[in-house]
């Protein structure tokens, strides 16, 4: 059997290998790992590395490339501040892969940036719904929150970001955590 013969068959058999079940394991493996690097990041280098290990597996994470194209365009004109054709660029994503959270996400971003705070919050909770750990879903659930005048459930959604993501760059919004024990000075605990 000659080396083209040889990688041929080698493919082929890679194909048939990977069925969906496999895909969706191996998948399911990759995600777990990439949250276990976040969640163990010991230092803020560390977790920005594994913060965007993660954005990249969730848009990598698009159904078929043209969802991915839709996704990728719609980022571009957001980041052109065309939020009109972002949002519809996203629009097209979501009606094409209504269960990619990732959809869901983008355009709650957008239309936070066009003022359509209501809409915002209901593509940020289908994402939630669809990635419970969409720990970028649920900071921008505080950001919609914090503009509705919610401050209470927005540090709950700002909580639960943070428990997934510790090294979240809002994690400084949380207000202080009134049960946590005071530093000991001299062998007495300290006013604050």
Avoid at 58 to 64: E, F, H, K, S, V
Wanted: aromatic residues 10%; negative net charge.
């Amino acid at each position: 059997m000659d080396r083209r013969t040889f990688l041929f068959q080698a493919t082929a058999l890679a194909c048939v290998m990977a069925t969906p079940s496999s895909l969706h394991a191996e998948t399911t493996s990759e995600r777990a790992r990439l949250f276990e690097a976040l969640k163990t990041a010991k230092t803020e280098r560390e977790g920005r590395l594994a913060e965007n290990a993660i954005w990249n597996w969730w848009l990598d994470q698009a159904p078929t490339p043209e969802v991915r194209r839709a996704i990728d365009y719609g980022m571009k004109r957001r980041e052109s501040y065309d939020f009109e054709a972002a949002e519809a660029a996203f629009d097209e994503a979501i009606e094409k892969a209504p269960d990619y959270a990732e959809g869901w996400n983008q355009r709650a971003f957008a239309r936070f940036l066009r003022d359509n705070i209501d809409g915002s919050l209901s593509d940020l909770e289908k994402a939630v719904e669809l990635d419970p750990d969409h720990f970028a879903a649920w900071s921008g659930m505080y950001h919609v929150l914090v503009r509705m005048g919610r401050p209470e459930v927005a540090i709950a959604a700002l909580s639960r970001a943070v428990t997934i993501h510790p090294w979240l760059k809002e994690r400084g919004m949380l207000p202080p955590d009134p049960d946590a024990k005071r530093p000991l000075i001299k062998g007495k605990q300290q006013d604050l």
